[in-house]
């Protein structure tokens, strides 16, 4: 089984309508990301959890937001999705302080 | 701000060895990681440097230099299945990561 699930793995949803995201890990990490991937410009990071009650927001917050429902769920929301949302999503933990992710399957989200 | 470089295509020959550079620009530095990204795949993860110097793992190796923002991955004896993206990723103050926009290497036979 992977260590990095998300779900859906597909999605084309309409502007304007709300949207989740979900993320589970079983490595037991405290920490986990959500990036998104666009052709050309690599991974940017849209939010950033190291704990249960520890919530951050990365370099392209805006238009989302996030759950952290337990040390293994992290759940991402688009409120009202746009066009320019239309991207591929990944989820990622990691351990301390170590400099290893480990990436999810990825959601390819369309909103139309 | 924060920004990494990283050339946009490199391609090689199989058996060959291609060194995929990287120079970056952070607030704070901890590390340099590198991970492959295969078409339609996750990113996977190949190194990670936080001391100056080389780290050798299989055909791959990784080099920082902290005092010119610089490191680089070497892949040696390339074959067909390294075709894929690279990407540098600096972990900084705030303790997340901050990627490159990705190397596409293309291996021909």
């Known amino acids: 089984d992977a260590d990095v699930t998300q779900t859906p793995r597909n999605r084309i949803t309409k502007t304007g309508k709300r949207i989740m995201l979900e993320c589970s890990q079983t490595k037991g990490h405290d920490r986990m990301y959500w990036y998104r991937q666009d052709p050309g410009l690599g991974l940017r990071l849209i939010y950033y959890s190291f704990d249960v009650k520890d919530i951050n927001k990365g370099e392209i917050s805006d238009g989302y937001s996030v759950s952290r429902q337990a040390q293994a769920k992290f759940s991402l929301s688009l409120e009202s999705a746009i066009p320019n949302q239309t991207a591929l999503y990944f989820c990622?933990?990691?351990?301390?302080?170590?400099?290893?992710?480990?990436f999810g399957p990825g959601t390819r989200l369309t909103v139309t | 701000g924060q920004s990494l470089e990283q050339p946009s295509e490199v391609t090689a020959v199989e058996g060959a060895i291609v060194q995929i550079n990287c120079t970056y620009q952070t607030s704070g530095f901890y590390g340099l990681s590198w991970y492959q990204q295969h078409d339609g795949g996750a990113p996977t993860f190949l190194s990670y440097n936080a001391l100056d110097g080389l780290e050798e793992t299989g055909r791959f190796s990784s080099f920082l230099s902290r005092s010119d923002s610089y490191g680089y991955l070497l892949l040696q004896e390339l074959q067909m299945k390294d075709s894929a993206s690279y990407f540098c990723a600096v972990r900084s103050y705030g303790q997340n990561f901050v990627f490159g926009p990705g190397t596409r290497l293309s291996v021909l036979p």
């Open positions: 990622a933990t990691s351990a301390g302080l170590a400099g290893e992710q480990y």
